[in-house]
């Protein structure tokens, strides 16, 4: 299942990652146009072949059976060994963009694709190839998502997990090792809000207006640590 799961999500990036090195457009854009193509798919999908008759009209997927099922790490608790793996993508991803040419092409291409271009570097190829590896992670998420917690397919199974991975992404530099510990942290600031939100009444958005300012100071020191910014004196002052 998770080979499987891995391989649609690849696939399903290949579209925009071909549009982008054949005609120039924007993957960002045909990626989050595609979610809505997708979700409909899905929702066909849940309303017809894949519809569990037991489930009394609402459309959800058939139960994943228990051996497919992720097993806990702490019992009484959601912590299950979907953990491990994402410890341990991290940790290969690490590996490959420090210690492989791969990694070093895409590390160029994401720095200045202009110059990988001039230097002989395929980037087509390498956008094509991150594009893959992209897709195949984000399946392979969703496959931990359904074995390890909810155990059947919904449609409302995501509460925005790919917008919050784009900030995790920003916070820890696009360093995969340090993706671990941003994820923790919004993670950390996510459950507490809710925790307070139940006991003492503080409102849950507070979470994101602080993952938003944490967001904001991140792009702001990296711009001032990219960019030498000089204040020019006018008239001798």
Not at 42 to 63: C, N, T
Not at 204 to 229: K, Q
């Amino acid at each position: 299942m998770m080979a499987a799961a891995a391989l649609a999500g690849a696939l399903l990036l290949l579209g925009p990652a071909l549009l982008k090195s054949r005609l120039g457009v924007d993957e960002v854009v045909t990626t989050l146009l595609l979610n809505f193509i997708v979700l409909l798919f899905v929702s066909w999908m849940l309303d017809g072949p894949m519809k569990d008759p037991l489930a009394m009209g609402w459309p959800q997927s058939v139960g994943l059976q228990d051996a497919l099922s992720l097993s806990k790490l702490i019992e009484r608790s959601r912590v299950h060994t979907g953990l491990l793996w994402a410890i341990a993508a991290a940790v290969l991803l690490w590996v490959l963009f420090k210690y492989s040419s791969t990694g070093f092409e895409i590390r160029a291409v994401g720095a200045n694709a202009q110059a990988a271009g001039f230097a002989g570097m395929p980037v087509a190829w390498v956008s094509l190839k991150v594009a893959l590896l992209s897709g195949a992670l984000a399946g392979l998420a969703g496959a931990i998502e359904v074995a390890g917690r909810t155990g059947y397919v919904t449609l409302d199974m995501s509460p925005g997990y790919g917008y919050s991975g784009i900030v995790i992404a920003m916070l820890a530099g696009l360093n995969p090792l340090g993706a671990l510990a941003s994820a923790v942290f919004v993670a950390g600031l996510l459950v507490g809000a809710d925790s307070m939100s139940r006991t003492v009444g503080v409102p849950t958005y507070i979470a994101d207006v602080i993952v938003a300012t944490a967001l904001i100071a991140m792009l702001v020191s990296s711009l001032l640590v990219n960019f030498r910014i000089r204040l020019k004196a006018r008239d001798g002052r």
